[in-house]
């Protein structure tokens, strides 16, 4: 009877341990700590001359600025906006046939999402002065137009095949960008307009 059990117990163990061959591993999304750490940087530098070569780089790179507040150290930039088949929560979808999909949906140009990046950036004195604390936080974000589309209902309600008029509200996403090159790019391109303005 034992070594019924052990070989039960065996049998359930690895049954337990496979895993899906065809699931791609769901990413794994930063902790808050970890997304503050890559979002944030320390400048050595006071706060003018940071929040000035910060606003050049916006400039230079083709943002467009919503809001500068000064006093509040509030940088607020949008880019142009494009249009996309696919939505700002579609790019998390890594299945290849599903993301083919979707786009496929959205072939028709009333379809299609607006897109557009925004950033919104804090800056504040840091140590005493001497340096300055700087937060990006970079986001994708989407609208979709409200529609109406035929599409083929079956059930007990409708006649097989019956036609039936959908009205789909406007829709909007945003997603917070967690990739921490995105933010070392930003950083990168400020930390070089810093150094040119304290020579």
Not at 47 to 65: E, N, Y
Not at 83 to 103: H, K, V, Y
Not at 132 to 140: F, G, N, S
Not at 157 to 176: D, T
Request: charged fraction near 25%; proline fraction near 7%; glycine fraction near 6%.
């Amino acid at each position: 009877m034992n070594k019924f059990i052990a070989a039960a117990a065996v049998l359930l163990v690895g049954a337990g341990c496979q895993t899906p061959l065809l699931r791609p591993p769901e990413p794994k999304l930063p902790q808050p700590a970890e997304r503050a750490a890559m979002q944030t940087m320390v400048f050595t530098g006071k706060v003018d001359t940071v929040f000035s070569a910060t606003i050049a780089v916006l400039q230079d790179t083709g943002w467009k600025l919503d809001v500068v507040d000064k006093p509040a150290g509030l940088i607020r930039a949008v880019t142009a906006r494009k249009t996309e088949s696919l939505g700002p929560e579609d790019e998390r979808e890594l299945n290849l046939q599903t993301r083919q999909e979707t786009i496929r949906l959205h072939a028709d140009i009333t379809q299609k999402w607006a897109r557009w990046q925004e950033l919104v950036i804090h800056t504040e004195p840091w140590s005493g002065g001497a340096q300055t604390r700087q937060r990006i936080v970079l986001t994708l974000r989407g609208t979709l137009p409200a529609m109406s589309y035929y599409e083929e209902q079956n059930g007990t309600w409708y006649r097989r095949g019956r036609s039936v008029l959908i009205h789909a509200p406007p829709a909007e996403q945003a997603v917070e960008v967690d990739l921490p090159e995105a933010y070392r790019d930003f950083f990168e391109r400020i930390e070089k307009a810093l150094r040119q303005r304290q020579l």
